[in-house]
């Protein structure tokens, strides 16, 4: 067995005397496409900032080299009068984080064009960010991460507000690097169909534990019910993964 | 008059020193409006000159009081780095008190009046060798610095959060933008004075913002701005013997509102 990239060994969260993680152990091998899933407030997004080094953890460790994160924050919208384009956005992972004023070579302009025209936003890296709409925004957000050449993707929600066909965009972007270059993705979100063709294993973030398998594994009946202690039912329509009698009735696996 | 007025040594001084401050003053304030932070400045400005009537009343030299009470506020505000609606009432308080302070230390200072007048409202043609000398000096070096941290600074003011994650020192980068912020309006104090820093601080970076979304392009622009402004100001104030600071806050603000006016013709086309 290769050595992990990330490994989570006995992670706990809590805050104040609200529990949101316990004894949280897992490992992410090179090259895989792990789906975060579970209701708002499990803890979702406070994992991956732990995984960032941004938040404490109450208990356990997180073992990651973080020196090359490429990161897809959950969506923020920029401000209207941003004075900043498409394409300085996705510059600043390309060296965003080094010192000095800085010129870009041809071969670094080539390189933010090419990225910048994967995500199909070629039309877009000169207009200013804060005339884009979210999803245009979304999509040079992904072309910055992806641009940092990283060894880890950590994504919290990437395919918000993107239409059908660029969530697909998106979706075959993020595996074809985890393919060619071995970038484990992290991928949190709330719908896992859009991934369901490409994720290996989902760990699953319920309100009365958690679980990780693969998507079989997780996603059923009996598993969903034990996370939510409650009955849940997991149905398969037409190849896509449906959870009905969660309390929380937004996080549903969306029939889209 | 006028003609004469420029083969004067005083002129050439205020000249240098007012292109000095305008340049500094025009590549922090893009960086000062992309943060948000012109109400900081407007506190750290006010602070400066708390700090300038405390060292008079206790005999020190006032722009040596200007600078610590600047650079005093300056560091407070960035290690505390607070945000939105916090950071507002926060300055706010602070600066109300610091002016009440102000107004207690220019009670108490005996001295010749013009020494607290020219805090307020500066006095570029004061300006002697020396005094130039000390502007040039911390100018280069805010220069300096702002190249160096140039390309974290953008990242961390538009983007915290993956700057964060890409271990760009985003906390240590907020303390040292008001420490530039504090020294840059210490600097412009002396030539537009406390009450009207935001004119050299603010004013060209917004208006270069109307007209650009070029990062390089908004900081010449800046720059661009503040130096016409500066150096028209003092000009105007050679032919006509109102204030300065009157000539350079008209200029400015014209540029402003020509940007304001050239970016809404554009984006209806």
Known sequence: MTQPVITVEGLGLRFGDRELLRDLTFEIQ??????????????????????????????????????????????RVFDRDLPLRGRDLVRFGLDGNRWGVGRLSASDRRRIDDVIASVGAAALADAPLGLLSGGEQQRLRVAQALVSDPSVLLADE????????????????????????????????????????????????????????????????????????????????????????TPDAEHVHHVH | MFTTLLGEHFVHTALLAG???AIVS??????????????????ISELGFTGATGALVIGLNPVAGMIGGSLAIGATLGVLSLRGRERDSAIGAVLAFGLGLGVLFLSLYQGYATAATNILFGSIVGVDDAQLGVLA???AL????????????????????????????????????????????AEAIQVVGVLLVLTLVITPAAAAQRLTVRPGLTLLLSIGIALVSTEGGILLSLA??????????????????????????????
């Open chain 2, 19 to 21: 292109a000095v401050v």
């Open chain 2, 137 to 139: 000096a911390v100018a």
């Open chain 2, 240 to 269: 006509k013997a109102w204030p300065t600071s009157f000539f350079i806050s008209s200029i400015s603000f014209a540029f402003y509102v020509a940007a304001r006016i050239a970016s809404y013709a554009r984006s209806r086309g």
């Open chain 1, 158 to 245: 990437p395919l918000l507000s993107l239409d059908l066909a660029y969530q697909q965009v998106i979706v075959r972007l993020l595996d074809e690097r985890r393919r060619s270059a071995g970038t484990p993705v992290v991928f949190v979100t709330h719908d896992v169909n859009p991934i369901l063709d490409v994720v290996d294993r989902v760990l699953y973030l319920g309100p009365d534990g958690w679980a990780i398998g693969s998507v079989d594994d997780v996603l059923n009946t009996e598993t969903l019910s034990r996370l939510y202690g409650i009955d849940v039912d997991v149905l398969r329509v037409r190849g896509r993964v449906v959870v009905v009698g």
């Open chain 2, 142 to 185: 805010v220069l300096i610095a702002l190249a160096v941290l140039y390309r974290p600074l953008y990242f961390a003011a538009i983007d915290p959060e993956v700057a964060a994650a890409r271990r760009v020192p985003v906390r240590m980068l907020s303390v040292a933008i008001f420490l530039l912020v504090a020294l840059t309006t």
């Open chain 1, 30 to 75: 090179r090259g895989e496409f792990l789906a975060v899933l579970g209701p708002n407030g499990a803890g979702k997004t406070s994992l991956l900032r732990i995984l960032l080094g941004q938040l404490e953890s109450s208990s356990g460790r997180v073992v990651l080299d973080r020196s090359r994160i490429g990161y897809v924050p959950q969506q």
């Open chain 2, 26 to 43: 025009g590549a922090i304030g893009v960086f000062v409006v992309m943060r948000g932070l012109s109400f900081a400045v407007h506190a």
